[in-house]
């Protein structure tokens, strides 16, 4: 089931950016709102041994899952899949907090960071390979990002 979003006790999360066959993570950090790409996990279907040792070893206090809705904003069947793995991962681990994150758009933001590496010179073409870690990344600190703005009265 998915948790509720109380404070954490580390302020470690962990984003992902879900695929049918990829999956790509990153580790945040929720006092400076920071993300970090990690890697993309390629898969067939069950992702859950290599996702369970990612998690044994950042001991995320929360997990931030990117949901991929149609650009109006409405449900999809891959958005549908999105739910049902967070389900699942909150089976598998009862005491993470799960939480389900917009992530229009993430994927094209990911493209541009890339590119923009490329022209830098700081991206090389076999990078490409974690643009799904990338993503993680960018819906992991747009999730930061809204939890820190100022609430107004």
Request: charged share 30%.
């Amino acid at each position: 089931m998915l948790k509720d979003s109380a404070c954490s006790r580390s302020g470690v999360a962990l984003g992902i950016d879900f695929g049918q066959r990829r999956i790509g993570l990153a580790t945040g950090n929720e006092l400076t709102g920071t993300a970090t790409a990690l890697q993309t996990i390629n898969h067939s279907g069950d992702p859950f041994d290599e996702l369970d040792r990612v998690i044994r070893d950042w001991r995320p206090d929360r997990i931030v899952l990117g949901l991929p809705l149609a650009a109006d904003g409405s449900e999809t069947e891959i958005s549908r899949s999105a739910r049902r793995f967070a389900e699942q991962l909150g089976q598998r681990h009862p005491g993470i907090a799960i939480e389900m994150h917009d992530e229009r758009f993430s994927s094209r933001q990911a493209d541009s960071q890339f590119a923009d590496a490329r022209r830098s010179g700081h991206a090389r073409r076999r990078d490409a390979r974690n643009l799904d870690g990338i993503a993680a990344a960018i819906i992991l600190e747009s999730w930061l990002a809204g939890k820190n703005l100022p609430k107004t009265p």
